[in-house]
């Protein structure tokens, strides 16, 4: 069984089908991708499995469980844990201070005591942003504040990381180090279901990608299957003959 599926989801705004009979599942332990050109409704459905967006229909599983309708708390509390495409950290604070706010908060759920800087540079180490932790939030470069959103993201210990665009703002190392925490954190038993533009990282780390178009599934897959697919070419042109080979 796998551990997320969307099943005949469709979200409208007024006239705009955003999301248009979506089914995709992502499998524990992978790193998965959602892809597709702008506008296609990847972000839509990473609202709709985190629930601040309600679909118009269909349903979201977990774990066999339908949280369709659960609020985004309970979902958290079930292992859902996300990163915004527009980053939401506070500027106010630290880097640090972001993540024991994020770590406070999960602790919170569970009961737990409050957090410990030693825990929250571990988490930024994890991340490779230590170096930034008595910096404030809005003073950082994009890529570092992609990471920063990551790591707050793993203060909750989330099964399925949901990730939207997290390369944006990196630099080639920075993209290359990304991709092995990835791969680790899948090691490690996590899902991780990733919006992403740059088709070199989710070819090489993804080992299986969702096509989205105009808000339907025109293609799930391998990337090797996915990258020669006349379908997504088609959609996609420049993107995927672009990528890496
Ligand atoms: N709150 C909203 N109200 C009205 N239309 C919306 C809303 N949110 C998204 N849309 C529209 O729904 C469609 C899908 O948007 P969405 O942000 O999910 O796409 P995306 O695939 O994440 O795009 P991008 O790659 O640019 O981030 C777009 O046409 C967008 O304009
Ligand atoms: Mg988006």
Known sequence: MSLLSVDDVTVQFGGVTAV?????????????????????????????????????????????????????????????????????????????????????????????????????????ERVGIAAHADQRADAIPTGTARLLELARALACDPRLLLLDEPSSGLDEQETKEFGHLLLELADEGRTVLMVEHDMDLVMSVCSTLHVLDFGSIIASGPPAEIRTDPKVQQAYLGYVEGAAS
Do not use: Y
Not at 23 to 29: E, H, K, L, P, S
Not at 69 to 92: D, H, M, P, W, Y
């Open 20 to 124: 248009n009979h979506a089914n995709f599942a992502v499998d524990a332990g992978t790193v998965t991708g959602l892809i597709g050109p702008n506008g296609a409704g990847k972000t839509t459905c990473f609202n709709v499995i985190t629930g601040l967006q309600t679909p118009t229909s269909g349903r979201v599983f977990l774990d066999g469980h339908d949280v369709t309708r659960a609020a985004v708390s309970r979902r958290a509390r079930r292992g859902i844990g996300r990163t915004f495409q527009r980053l939401e950290a506070f500027g106010s604070l630290t880097v640090r201070e972001n993540v024991r706010a994020a770590l406070d908060i999960h602790h919170g759920m569970l009961g737990w005591r409050r957090s410990t800087d030693t825990a929250a540079d571990r988490l930024l």
